[in-house]
């Protein structure tokens, strides 16, 4: 039973890095659009 304790609690640290990665990647991009649109240009 503690094995599958353990393993759930992987799953959910991988699912945290997975969601903050894609967090940062799309601040990334809302970054670059308004930079875009602060010169007056698109990307």
Not at 7 to 28: F, P, T
Request: charged content about 20%; aromatic content about 6%.
């Amino acid at each position: 039973m503690m094995h599958l304790v353990v393993d759930a609690n992987i799953l959910v640290s991988e699912l945290l890095k997975q969601r903050e990665k894609s967090y940062m990647n799309e601040q990334v991009n809302v970054d670059n659009f308004f930079v875009s649109l602060c010169l007056g240009g698109n990307i």
